[in-house]
């Protein structure tokens, strides 16, 4: 976000409504519904709930200044929204004051672990973190991280 001379304002993480945002983009590009819906196996009316964790990823990774690697699904939901470019890097510098890049591939040891610190950072600013999205339940998180990283 920025303020009124132009600088982007750090925001608490935990106070934007991701959901809400996740609507707005899916509003402005309305192709991800089916694209997003396709990859990651998802009905049309849950798009909005995994495109607001991919904005909850997004927003960890700015805050913690660390790579970071999503789950599996998240991934997926990421690659789609940026391939709609002008609207991925308007919303970056719009929300975070900077383009997040994604890098893919990386160790898969590098991987797991940030996968780990990524839940960890999750469930500290945002709870749990939806099973069905993250691969997690109760006996932790599931192999099926993303091969990505932020």
């Not at 590098?110 to 996968?115: G, H, I, L």
């Not at 709870?127 to 339940?137: K, R, T």
Request: charged letters at 25%; glycine letters at 8%; a negative charge.
């Amino acid at each position: 976000m920025t303020s009124s001379d132009g600088s982007v304002k750090q925001e608490d993480p935990e106070r934007a409504d991701y959901l809400a945002e996740a609507r707005k983009i899916l509003a402005d590009n309305p192709i991800l519904f089916d694209k997003i819906g396709v990859s990651c196996v998802l009905a049309h009316h849950r798009v909005p709930e995994i495109l607001a964790d991919v904005l909850r990823f997004l927003a960890l990774v700015k805050w913690s200044s660390r790579r970071l690697t999503p789950s599996e699904r998240v991934d997926k939901a990421w690659h789609e929204f940026i391939l709609c470019t002008r609207s991925y890097g308007t919303f970056c510098e719009r929300r975070f004051g900077r383009f997040i890049h994604h890098h893919p591939g990386g160790d898969e040891g590098d991987n797991r672990s940030q996968f780990r610190d990524t839940l960890k950072l999750y469930s500290l600013h945002f709870g749990p973190p939806n099973s069905e999205f993250w691969g997690v339940d109760s006996s932790g998180p599931s192999a099926d991280c993303g091969a990505c990283e932020a």
